[in-house]
């Protein structure tokens, strides 16, 4: 089956610094890949959508310029936390979707901790 | 704004017995919905999903039912069993490939 993979797995950081998280979709090409956040006990809420070569489209409330995604080919996608501050600190999810399919192959979640 | 909603935040079932975990859900233009299941610290796992044109479907174990007058979800599990003990999650889908997610169930099995 389709294997969505994440990197790091967790991480911790201090306070204003920057943390990228990778997501690589590894036995598919993924046209289209989608960030999600997710704090304890919550749900996930969708932060932003990317398709390959193009910039990603962010949901209502989610800041951009704090969020960086990256989808420079068809199968890696990063998201790059910029100063980071502990109410950043969630698990970040992505998922992937091959062209024509309706699945969304979800990654295994990075749980990020800002200090 | 509009978003996808579930009646029970925990269920708690004896194993052997059957699951139903229920969703409610606002859009009417959504086309497509999906179950996950979620276990701790891990992404979400697809389950089975149903097309807005069709108002069952069986996997193996489980049945999701949509009922569009209602705009009502359930998933059934059947002999429901320890490995289910999950937080389950209704996603719908609408605008394309935007998939929103409900608010979860946390599902307990005893033993």
């Known amino acids: 089956g389709a294997v969505v993979s994440q990197h790091p797995s967790w991480v911790i950081c201090k306070s204003g610094t920057s943390v990228k998280i990778e997501c690589r979709s590894l036995d598919f090409q993924a046209t289209t890949m989608f960030w999600y956040r997710q704090f304890p006990k919550q749900s996930l809420m969708l932060m932003a959508t990317s398709n390959e070569g193009s910039k990603a489209t962010y949901e209502q409330g989610v800041e951009k310029d704090k969020f960086l995604i990256n989808h420079a080919s068809l199968t890696l996608s990063t998201l790059t936390v910029t100063s980071a501050h502990p109410e950043d600190s969630s698990f970040y999810i992505c998922?992937?979707?091959?062209?024509?399919?309706?699945?969304?192959?979800f990654g295994p979640g990075t749980r990020l901790t800002v200090l | 704004g509009e978003s996808v909603g579930l009646h029970l935040p925990t269920l708690s079932v004896q194993e052997g017995d059957n699951s139903i975990i229920n969703c409610a859900y606002s859009?009417?233009?959504?086309?497509?919905f999906i179950w996950y299941k979620q276990e701790s610290g891990k992404g979400p796992q697809f389950i089975i999903d149903i097309r807005s044109n069709m108002d069952k479907r069986q996997g193996q174990r489980v049945t999701v039912l949509l009922n569009k007058t209602v705009k009502h979800l359930s998933l059934q599990i059947a002999a429901t069993q320890p490995g289910d003990s999950a937080v389950y999650f209704c996603?719908?889908?609408?605008?394309?490939?935007?998939?929103?997610f409900g608010a979860g169930t946390r599902l307990f099995v005893k033993a």
């Open positions: 998922s992937a979707r091959v062209a024509g399919e309706n699945t969304q192959y």
């Open positions: 859009n009417s233009a959504s086309d497509y």
């Open positions: 996603a719908e889908r609408f605008g394309g490939f935007k998939t929103i």
